[in-house]
Each structure stands twice: as structure tokens, then as C-alpha cells.
């Protein structure tokens, strides 16, 4: 059975950082690029990136670039999502997701990121 | 960057109607290698991640309704849902993956 997993997650001050992981299983986790996607309460869903099957080709949401830092661990199936600097505007619900838009497109239920003094 | 302009924001409907949600991107999503659009369709419930319906804009994923129809190419794509049933009520998003990846803005669909 494929599974993705967030996990990470919580309430964490304004400024401060946190790492975001998603453990998966069931698949060849190194045959597939991997993304991130948020949603804040209320809002639509929010593209932050993803990262190809060897971690050599990494995209972000130009926005994003600066705050976000994709990586991977195919030793260990798992995908992360290190964000920086955080603000009020990064309290979301934080999805992993395998190849999306394609057929062998899955997600993971989310993890939730607040942002709050 | 590809900019998606999808409409409408929201819609009411019965059942047993049918609707069509458009989406329309700032640059073709067609790749010339494959002839292929880069364009999805995806249903997002309440308190439940997105679920995947439509890929490459017309192939229906596995499991997904017949009643479920996308269409399009190029720049303008179009979502239909026949027969509209209550289960089918939910958040519908597009998703280019042409260049990177843009979501459209979605469309809540809601009963009349």
C-alpha cells in the first residue's frame, strides 16, 4: 500500500524555522519526483516545489525560493521541507505529494504549520 | 511564469445537472515532443487532500467517474462534470505542469 506521511508539523513563533518530513512507503521512492504543496485555511492550494528522483534538479515557486529548501533521503524514503524565516502567512496545511498531475499522482493527509507568537 | 485563470469561483447546482469549470493559461501547455498537455484536474473535500481526476487534461484517472469529462488543449481547458451527484460537491483545482507547476484558483461547487 502507498503511504506518505507528514510529519513535523505544530505551532512555532514568528522568525523561526522548522523542517517539514514525509516518509514514504509501499513504492520505489527513488523512481519518482517528489513536490510540496500548501494550503492555507480557507485558500486555494499553493505550489512550493518538488525535486527530481536523484535530488539533481530542484524548482520552487519563485516566491517561495528564498524561504523553502526542498531535499531528499532515498536511503531513507523520505522527503523534506526545511522553511525558514517563518511568518503568519506560512501557517498552512503542508502536502507531500509523488508525481503530481500524473497518473501515478498520490498525496500524503497534510501536516499543519502554525505560525503564532 | 504560467499564470492559470480559472473560473468560475464558485457554482451552484442540483443534482443531475451538469457543469463545466474553465481554466486558462498564460502559455500554451501542449508539448510539441509529445503532443501532450500539461494540464490536470484535480477534487479536494472538505478536511481531505486533493484527489487526482483528469491528467495530460483528458485522461481520466483510475476509478474516476465517467462523468467526469476533461477537454482542451493549448490554452484553454475546460472541466465538465454530467450528471452532477451530491458526493460530487467539493473544491475543483487545475494544475499546470508545463513549466514548473501552477494551480488555477479553484472552483467550489455548491447545492442550488
Known amino acids: 500500500e502507498v503511504k506518505l506521511v507528514e510529519s513535523g508539523g505544530g505551532l512555532v513563533q514568528p522568525g523561526r524555522s522548522l523542517k517539514l518530513s514525509c516518509a514514504a512507503s509501499?513504492?520505489?521512492?527513488?523512481?519518482?519526483?517528489m513536490g510540496w504543496v500548501r494550503q492555507a485555511p480557507g485558500k486555494g492550494l499553493e505550489w512550493i516545489g518538488e525535486?527530481?528522483?536523484?535530488?539533481?534538479?530542484?524548482n520552487y515557486t519563485p516566491s517561495l525560493k528564498d524561504k523553502f529548501t526542498i531535499s531528499r533521503d532515498n536511503a531513507q524514503n523520505t522527503l523534506y521541507l526545511q522553511m525558514s524565516k517563518l511568518g503568519s502567512e506560512d501557517t498552512a496545511i503542508y502536502y507531500c505529494?509523488?508525481?503530481?498531475?500524473?497518473?501515478?499522482?498520490?498525496w500524503g493527509q497534510g501536516v499543519m504549520v502554525t505560525v503564532s507568537s | 511564469d504560467i499564470v492559470m485563470t480559472q473560473s468560475p469561483f464558485s457554482l451552484a447546482v442540483s443534482e443531475g445537472e451538469m457543469v463545466t469549470i474553465n481554466c486558462k493559461s498564460s502559455?500554451?501547455?501542449?508539448?510539441?515532443?509529445?503532443?501532450?498537455?500539461?494540464l490536470a484536474w484535480y477534487q479536494q473535500k472538505p478536511g481531505q487532500s486533493p484527489k487526482l481526476l483528469i491528467y495530460?487534461?483528458?485522461t481520466r484517472q483510475s476509478g474516476v467517474p465517467d462523468r467526469f469529462i476533461g477537454s482542451g488543449s493549448g490554452t484553454d481547458f475546460t472541466l465538465t462534470i454530467s450528471d452532477v451527484q451530491a458526493e460530487d460537491l467539493a473544491d475543483y483545482y487545475c494544475?499546470?505542469?508545463?513549466?514548473?507547476?501552477?494551480f488555477g484558483a479553484g472552483t467550489k461547487l455548491e447545492l442550488k
Open positions: 505529494a509523488r508525481a503530481p498531475g500524473l497518473r501515478r499522482d498520490y
Open positions: 509501499g513504492f520505489n521512492f527513488n523512481d519518482y519526483w
Open positions: 525535486i527530481n528522483k536523484d535530488s539533481s534538479t530542484i
Open positions: 502559455q500554451s501547455l501542449l508539448s510539441s515532443g509529445n503532443q501532450k498537455n500539461y
Open positions: 495530460y487534461a483528458s
Open positions: 494544475l499546470q505542469h508545463y513549466s514548473y507547476h501552477t
